[in-house]
């Protein structure tokens, strides 16, 4: 699956705690 961190990124949101 995908990088949570590097998803929410793309998103321009912050990445998970």
Known sequence: ???H???N???GL???R
């Open 1 to 3: 699956f995908v990088d």
């Open 5 to 7: 961190r590097a998803y």
């Open 9 to 11: 990124a793309r998103q």
């Open 14 to 16: 912050p990445p998970e």
